[in-house]
């Protein structure tokens, strides 16, 4: 039988869907979250429940932080391969709240990364963020791999960028190939309340006006989750070589300004948002574009849906969901 999967922050949105792939494909998974109260746990509940009921799925409760627990896990496992999802999400949240980042994206990524090189894992493939390119203009190509990433604009993004110093110092070190994946504002069913389009989207249910941050001036390559997934299984799925560390774009190279969102919102809901303007927050950027080249060499990667279906689906699952 093959070794299974490991995946932490499986309770959250990439995670849940990653999960869920892995097991269509017949992958024996263990899962890890800690189910923290930064969004309502009862949505980290409804996507464990969907997990648990499955044959091949467990669901360990645990802090990635706590090295020890963390490392008796992955060696008791036999797991070869981890998907390290777990973070503290949410660049505004990181001015507000300071040190759940120092715990769950720093001391949590070197927890994760000692467990792995004490157990003998062959390939860990972890989550970074587009946010590592901190504030930057938009061009006809993308925010490449190669750009620098040395001005971070939030203490978010500056989790990020250090976690891929720490991977890459211990690919070297230890020889365990690693793959870092700059995710590129992940939207979907089952998403993060968090997120605008799903904040927005609960205010407009209620007739609340939204605030529309940056005067509506912003851009983001909105990537849907099953195109995440598919970024995501390809580079599980082709790892570097022995000692090797790769960091990779999973986004839609498509970047599509906040009023057209949020006009691609209306239509979907059926509803016109009342709006309220404001400045841009501390810590946002105004814009982000992924080039996927890198990553489209690697695997065929190729996004297949673009934000109005992206929207229609997710609104689908939200008038479907009783949380």
């Not at 189910?35 to 997990?51: C, G, H, Q, T, V």
């Not at 300071?98 to 927890?111: D, I, K, T, V």
Request: proline letters at 5%; one cysteine or more; glycine letters at 10%.
């Amino acid at each position: 039988m093959a070794a299974p999967i490991i995946v932490t922050g499986a309770a959250g949105f990439i995670g849940m869907h990653v999960a869920e792939r892995l097991l269509d494909r017949g992958e024996t998974v263990i899962g890890v979250d800690v189910f923290n109260a930064y969004y309502d746990p009862a949505l980290k509940d409804a996507r464990a429940a969907r997990l648990q009921g499955r044959s091949g799925f467990q669901m360990v409760r645990l802090d990635i932080a706590e090295h020890e627990a963390l490392a008796a896990l992955v060696r008791a496992s036999g797991a070869k391969r981890v998907v390290h999802l777990a973070a503290q999400a949410g660049v505004r949240y990181s001015i507000e709240n300071p040190f759940a980042y120092e715990r769950s994206n720093l001391a949590g990524h070197l927890s994760v990364l000692e467990a792995c090189r004490h157990a003998g894992v062959e390939h860990l493939v972890y989550a970074s963020s587009s946010s590592v390119y901190g504030d930057r203009p938009l061009n006809g190509d993308g925010f490449r791999e190669s750009d620098p990433a040395e001005s971070p604009v939030s203490l978010y993004a500056a989790t990020k960028r250090s976690c891929e110093l720490l991977s890459q110092s211990y690919a070297r070190l230890y020889g365990f190939p690693q793959s870092g994946l700059r995710f590129f504002t992940v939207y979907g069913p089952w998403g993060r309340p968090d997120m605008a389009y799903f904040g927005f989207t609960e205010k407009m249910l209620k007739g609340e006006p939204i605030e529309v941050y940056g005067e509506g001036e912003m851009a983001r390559d909105f990537t849907y989750i099953d195109d995440i997934v598919d970024g995501v299984l390809g580079v599980l799925d082709n790892p570097p070589e022995t000692g090797g560390h790769e960091v990779y774009n999973i986004g839609d190279n498509d970047p599509v300004g906040l009023m057209d969102m949020i006009t691609t919102l209306e239509a979907a809901l059926g509803i016109e948002a009342k709006k309220t303007f404001l400045p841009m927050q501390p810590g946002d950027v105004p814009a982000t574009f992924a080039n996927i080249d890198k990553l489209r060499a690697l695997c065929g990667y190729q996004p297949k849906v673009k934000l109005t279906e992206g929207l229609q689906r997710f609104v689908v699952w939200r008038r479907g969901y009783a949380g």
